[in-house]
Structure formats: structure tokens, C-alpha cells
């Protein structure tokens, strides 16, 4: 069966701050649609991999002319459900090399937020996939959400899908009563392939490395604990990282596969970024899409690095280019020549 997958999440509206202005002094906003999990799916299907999204949205203009993004990208949109009043919304503001990117949300009942258990027909949804993705910020949203990804999770096992899950520890998202290390455990232990990062670790495992090794070694070590302790089915496991190194951060990763650690061969200084939001979707679309098409790890890892280096060139969330920009990265580094 060729892979396709399902992924489950909140499409938003992103509300940018002009040019490089601080919320305190912006005329205006730039709108960008947006979501991880949509993110994501924008990438699989620019590479050739069907992906449908599965959200909850208002049925308002604002709400369809989302969807109509995603479908202009080749997403899967036929199974979005429609409902409720309200399309999640963020805010944000540029970051630089002093102060770092500033995000206020206005999710608090939003359509998706309000989801319930039963509303959702994943028995039908995923009936033709072999891969299912969700991350960490949808149960973050509401304690319904938690219970609907619990839903798709037990019927994704039940078809014997391939899990995959970001961590995407959001700390302002999680306010309805609950510490994430009370939701996310049991949710994630049924995952196959992993996105992590240490920070999310901490908080969702009690987690710690310490922080005087090399970041190789932090990897390591998290990896195997994580495979070991608290995510025994997790056969692949990556993160991604920004090292600094001679003033400079370099942007790299790190994939556990099979026991083994495979490091990327990319290891880029990043010049003036243009955009570090979608930066790790980018990364796992790209880890997803080596994985689902027989990718070695090395190369998986490769791949996916360099998708999130493209992304931070790109405004906006949505990573807008293509396979063979990919894998020119991968073969070159960053290229600044005109391609003509």
C-alpha cells in the first residue's frame, strides 16, 4: 500500500506584526494561515505524499479561505468538519539576534478547542491511511482535544497505522487545570516515529541531561531513556538543534534508529533568518517524508535538516518549496547564486 496519512490539528489564522515592529508599535498586521499539523501536511503534499487534514473550523470566509490554501497545496480537505463560531487566531512579532520571537494566541473557544469525543468518525477518517500524525499542542488546547487524540490514537492502533508525533511543548496553551506530565505520557507511548526536543522531555518526563556535555551526548542520552522508559514502541526518534559555535548558531540534528544515532551532515550557520516559525514542522514533514519512502536514517536525517533550513527563508508558515531545493541543500549547503 503506497503511504498516505492523516494528521489531526487546529488551523489558524496567524496575525503578523509589519516589518520589524513591536506589537507596541505596529500600523498593521500581515495574515498568514497556519497550524503544525497543517504545516506539515503543506510539506508531504508538496513532495507527493497524500495528506489529509483533520480539523475543526467555523463555517465563515475566514475559516474557507484556509482551507482553500491547503487545497491549492494538494491537502486532503474532505475531511475537515465544520462547526462553532470562532477560527483559532495568533499573534506575532519579529524576533532578532538580541530579543527572540514574541507569540500571543487567541484560542480559547475556538471550534477546534471545543471538539468532543464522538464527533470525529476516525473509524471512517482513517480507513485508507498507513500513517497518523498529531502533536503536542492539540492537547494542550482543552481536556475534549486530549480525549479526541486519545479517540484517533486507539483507532489508528487498532488499523495498525504508523504513529507519529511532534512533543511541541507550548507553556502559555496549557491552561485547563491540568500539567502536560498528566496528559502526554499516556499518549505518547503508543508513538512510533518521535520529534522531540530536551526541553519538552523535562516537562513532559521529568527529563534531564545535562547541559555541560556536547549536544551529541545530550541526544544520545535522551533518546535511549526516552525509547527505554517512557515510549517503548518509539523505533525512530529525532531532534533538531541550534549549536552555537564561534558566535554563530548552526542549525543541526540528530536521528536515533534501529539503537543506533545518525547525525546530520548538515551542520549550517544560519545567516539572517527570515522566518523561524514552522521551522520544526518543516523538520518533521521532512523526517516523515524519508521514513514513508524507504529513506536510510542518514539520508532521513539529511533531508529533513535541510527542510528546516529552507523554511527559515521562507515568511510565513507554510514551507513553500520543493524536492529538488531539498535536495539541493542537502548536496550543497545554502547556495546564494541566482538560479537562472
Same mark, same amino acid.
Given at each position: 500500500?503506497?503511504?498516505? @496519512? #492523516?494528521?489531526? *490539528?487546529?488551523?489558524? &489564522? !496567524?496575525? =503578523?506584526?509589519? +516589518?520589524?515592529?513591536?506589537? $507596541?508599535?505596529?500600523?498593521?498586521?500581515?495574515?498568514?494561515?497556519?497550524?503544525?499539523?497543517?504545516?506539515?501536511?503543506?510539506?508531504?503534499?508538496?513532495?507527493?505524499?497524500?495528506?489529509?487534514?483533520?480539523?475543526?473550523?467555523?463555517?465563515?470566509? @475566514? #475559516?474557507?479561505? *484556509?482551507?482553500?490554501? &491547503? !487545497?491549492? =497545496?494538494?491537502? +486532503?480537505?474532505?475531511?475537515? $468538519?465544520?462547526?462553532?463560531?470562532?477560527?483559532?487566531?495568533?499573534?506575532?512579532?519579529?524576533?532578532?539576534?538580541?530579543?527572540?520571537?514574541?507569540?500571543?494566541?487567541?484560542?480559547?473557544?475556538?471550534?477546534?478547542?471545543?471538539?468532543?469525543?464522538?464527533?470525529?468518525?476516525?473509524?471512517?477518517?482513517?480507513?485508507?491511511?498507513?500513517?497518523?500524525?498529531?502533536?503536542?499542542?492539540?492537547?494542550?488546547?482543552?481536556?475534549?482535544?486530549?480525549?479526541?487524540?486519545?479517540?484517533?490514537?486507539?483507532?489508528?492502533?487498532?488499523?495498525?497505522?504508523?504513529?507519529?508525533?511532534?512533543?511541541?511543548?507550548?507553556?502559555?496553551?496549557?491552561?485547563?487545570?491540568?500539567?502536560?506530565?498528566?496528559?502526554?505520557?499516556?499518549?505518547?507511548?503508543?508513538?512510533?516515529?518521535?520529534?522531540?526536543?530536551?526541553?519538552?522531555?523535562?516537562?513532559?518526563?521529568?527529563?534531564?541531561?545535562?547541559?555541560?556535555?556536547?549536544?551529541?551526548?545530550?541526544?544520545?542520552?535522551?533518546?535511549?531513556?526516552?525509547?527505554?522508559?517512557?515510549?517503548?514502541?518509539?523505533?525512530?526518534?529525532?531532534?533538531?538543534?541550534?549549536?552555537?559555535?564561534?558566535?554563530?548558531?548552526?542549525?543541526?540534528?540528530?536521528?536515533?534508529?534501529?539503537?543506533?544515532?545518525?547525525?546530520?551532515?548538515?551542520?549550517?550557520?544560519?545567516?539572517?533568518?527570515?522566518?523561524?516559525?514552522?521551522?520544526?514542522?518543516?523538520?518533521?514533514?521532512?523526517?516523515?517524508?524519508?521514513?514513508?519512502?524507504?529513506?536510510?536514517?542518514?539520508?532521513?536525517?539529511?533531508?529533513?535538516?535541510?527542510?528546516?533550513?529552507?523554511?527559515?527563508?521562507?515568511?510565513?508558515?507554510?514551507?513553500?518549496?520543493?524536492?529538488?531545493?531539498?535536495?539541493?541543500?542537502?548536496?550543497?549547503?545554502?547556495?546564494?547564486?541566482?538560479?537562472?
Amino acid at each position: 500500500m503506497n503511504p498516505a @496519512l #492523516a494528521t489531526f *490539528g487546529e488551523l489558524l &489564522l !496567524r496575525l =503578523h506584526s509589519g +516589518g520589524d515592529s513591536r506589537f $507596541l508599535q505596529t500600523s498593521g498586521y500581515i495574515p498568514y494561515y497556519a497550524g503544525a499539523e497543517a504545516n506539515l501536511c503543506v510539506l508531504l503534499a508538496r513532495l507527493g505524499i497524500p495528506a489529509q487534514y483533520v480539523t475543526r473550523v467555523p463555517d465563515n470566509d @475566514l #475559516a474557507l479561505a *484556509g482551507i482553500a490554501q &491547503l !487545497r491549492g =497545496h494538494g491537502v +486532503g480537505v474532505e475531511k475537515v $468538519l465544520y462547526g462553532g463560531r470562532k477560527l483559532g487566531l495568533y499573534f506575532s512579532e519579529t524576533g532578532n539576534h538580541i530579543r527572540p520571537v514574541q507569540v500571543i494566541y487567541d484560542r480559547a473557544g475556538s471550534a477546534f478547542s471545543e471538539l468532543q469525543p464522538g464527533m470525529v468518525d476516525w473509524e471512517s477518517f482513517l480507513k485508507d491511511q498507513t500513517h497518523f500524525h498529531w502533536t503536542g499542542i492539540s492537547p494542550a488546547l482543552s481536556a475534549t482535544v486530549a480525549d479526541v487524540c486519545a479517540e484517533a490514537i486507539d483507532i489508528a492502533r487498532s488499523r495498525d497505522l504508523v504513529i507519529s508525533a511532534d512533543l511541541n511543548y507550548r507553556s502559555r496553551l496549557w491552561q485547563y487545570g491540568k500539567h502536560p506530565k498528566e496528559v502526554m505520557p499516556a499518549l505518547l507511548k503508543h508513538c512510533h516515529i518521535a520529534i522531540a526536543d530536551l526541553d519538552a522531555c523535562n516537562v513532559y518526563f521529568g527529563m534531564t541531561t545535562d547541559p555541560s556535555l556536547p549536544w551529541t551526548r545530550r541526544f544520545e542520552i535522551a533518546a535511549q531513556e526516552l525509547q527505554a522508559r517512557f515510549m517503548p514502541e518509539t523505533h525512530t526518534l529525532a531532534m533538531s538543534f541550534r549549536v552555537p559555535e564561534n558566535d554563530r548558531l548552526h542549525y543541526t540534528a540528530a536521528l536515533m534508529s534501529g539503537g543506533k544515532a545518525y547525525f546530520s551532515r548538515l551542520k549550517i550557520a544560519l545567516p539572517q533568518v527570515k522566518e523561524s516559525i514552522g521551522t520544526g514542522d518543516a523538520f518533521a514533514g521532512g523526517l516523515l517524508y524519508g521514513t514513508m519512502t524507504g529513506l536510510s536514517p542518514q539520508e532521513t536525517i539529511d533531508f529533513a535538516t535541510a527542510c528546516g533550513v529552507l523554511k527559515q527563508s521562507v515568511p510565513g508558515d507554510w514551507p513553500l518549496f520543493s524536492k529538488s531545493e531539498i535536495e539541493a541543500m542537502v548536496a550543497q549547503g545554502i547556495n546564494t547564486r541566482i538560479s537562472r
